[in-house]
T-cell receptor, first 115, second 112 residues
Framework: GAGVSQTPSNKVTEKGKYVELRCDPI?????LYWYRQSLGQGPEFLIY????????DSGLPNDRFFAVRPEGSVSTLKIQRTERGDSAVYLC?????????????FGPGTRLTVL | AQSVTQLDSHVSVSEGTPVLLRCNYS??????LFWYVQHPNKGLQLLLK??????LVKGINGFEAEFKKSETSFHLTKPSAHMSDAAEYFC??????????FGPGTRLSVLP
């Protein structure tokens, strides 16, 4: 079946603008994760959804970042008033279980560039 | 809080020779540990995971890793490197109720 997909694959925006990044998880997966990967670094946890609710949003760096998953499937990561430091690859992953030991399946990422 | 260290940012081996990618963790209690591989322009893929069962874990593509509590290590090995193994490798730690913590990654180059 289809894997995790993310759109757009690339997004270039200007400082101060608002952006939305979309993640389509594997069908039936209840858990969804967002990560941010800066150049030359490992992915950094942002937020974890179990169903429609954010079970852990402790990784969101500040209140400019927000994510939703209204129907328990597709998720959108929203960034307000973008800054150059937000430039990174944003990764989404999904898994079928409720525990952290379940295999996470990653999407190809969205490369965000803030000019 | 836990942390994951990958001692080598870049490892270069010749095709057909063994691979060793090092990972050490720091945690208040025994974590679950994973190795993920990231090929260029592809999503991260799970190679193997340790979840407090057998300390020697076998993964895909001939990779394996051994959990050594006394050394707080979870090194990734493969007996014979293939050109297709060239990629970025991430060691990941997880404790129940906490977040996944990725190491900084090791770039593996395989020379012909």
């Amino acid at each position: 079946g289809a894997g995790v997909s993310q759109t757009p694959s690339n997004k270039v925006t200007e400082k101060g603008k608002y952006v939305e990044l979309r993640c389509d998880p594997i069908s039936g997966h209840t858990a969804l994760y967002w990560y941010r990967q800066s150049l030359g670094q490992g992915p950094e946890f942002l937020i974890y959804f179990q169903g429609t609710g954010a079970a852990d949003d402790s990784g969101l760096p500040n209140d400019r970042f927000f994510a939703v998953r209204p129907e328990g499937s597709v998720s959108t990561l929203k960034i307000q008033r973008t800054e150059r430091g937000d430039s990174a690859v944003y990764l989404c992953a999904s898994s079928s279980g409720t525990g952290g030991l379940d295999t996470q399946y990653f999407g190809p990422g969205t490369r965000l560039t803030v000019l | 809080a836990q942390s994951v260290t990958q001692l080598d940012s870049h490892v270069s081996v010749s095709e057909g020779t063994p691979v060793l990618l090092r990972c050490n963790y720091s945690s208040s209690y025994s974590p679950s540990l994973f190795w993920y591989v990231q090929h260029p322009n592809k999503g991260l893929q799970l190679l193997l995971k340790y979840t407090s069962a057998a300390t020697l874990v076998k993964g895909i593509n001939g990779f394996e890793a051994e959990f050594k509590k006394s050394e707080t290590s979870f090194h990734l090995t493969k007996p014979s490197a293939h050109m297709s193994d060239a990629a970025e490798y991430f060691c990941v730690g997880y404790n129940y109720g906490q977040n996944f913590v990725f190491g900084p990654g090791t770039r593996l180059s395989v020379l012909p």
